[in-house]
T-cell receptor, first 111, second 115 residues
């Protein structure tokens, strides 16, 4: 059974600092996704990573994928308050492309 | 095209009542998914449709849950005899494309509260 684990579960950051969220998954997967969720809202797609060594960047967020280690990272550079949200990674493997989500990382950026 | 839409956005019901949610996917998306998200957790897969065919159901989908996609367009999720444990956000997603071009988009969700 495919399992996805994230750490940390909660991250309190100061503005301007850098940090990394880790996503481990238990079996090989075709795709890895990162989503953002604001309180009470739905999921906003951030990145889709398809292959080993893939790196994508958008603003202060950069995601990378190591399929051999079954590990993805979401790196936050010079955090700002607007980045406060819950971040989920998810993987899909089956022909149906159903997503298996991690437990999420609640990010709180303090001024 | 305004994306995936869901209705209602919020539903409060008493235990034992039946509820039905609707999802309108992005036009021409042949794949449709339902997920459930409880407080503090990641979304969990419930069921999947390809066009009008329901091809996969999670063990989470008990006999009280039924989903349909009658014409391969919108979908409904019905919960019969609701229980307090059914309180959650119900998310619908639609997807399109093959292989590396596949993408999946989520709707705004329906938040269910069972009293």
């Amino acid at each position: 059974e495919l399992k996805v684990e994230q750490n940390p579960l909660f991250l309190s950051m100061q503005e301007g600092k850098n940090y990394t969220i880790y996503c481990n998954y238990s079996t090989t997967s075709d795709r890895l996704y990162w989503y953002r969720q604001d309180p009470g809202k739905s999921l906003e797609s951030l990145f889709v990573l398809l292959s080993n060594g893939a790196v994508k960047q958008e603003g202060r967020l950069m995601a990378s994928l190591d399929t051999k280690a079954r590990l993805s990272t979401l790196h936050i550079t010079a955090a700002v308050h607007d980045l406060s949200a819950t971040y989920f990674c998810a993987v899909d493997k089956s022909a149906t492309n159903k997503l298996i989500f991690g437990t999420g990382t609640l990010l709180a950026v303090q001024p | 095209d305004t994306g995936v839409s869901q209705d209602p956005r919020h539903k409060i019901t008493k235990r034992g009542q039946n509820v039905t949610f609707r999802c309108d996917p992005i036009s021409e998306h042949n794949r449709l998914y339902w997920y459930r998200q409880t407080l503090g957790q990641g979304p969990e897969f419930l069921t999947y449709f390809q066009n009008e065919a329901q091809l996969e159901k999670s063990r989470l989908l008990s006999d009280r849950f039924s989903a349909e996609r009658p014409k391969g367009s919108f979908s409904t999720l019905e919960i019969q005899r609701t229980e307090q444990g059914d309180s959650a956000m119900y998310l619908c997603a639609s997807g399109s494309g093959l292989g590396i071009w596949y993408t999946q988009y989520f709707g705004p969700g329906t938040r269910l509260t069972v009293l």
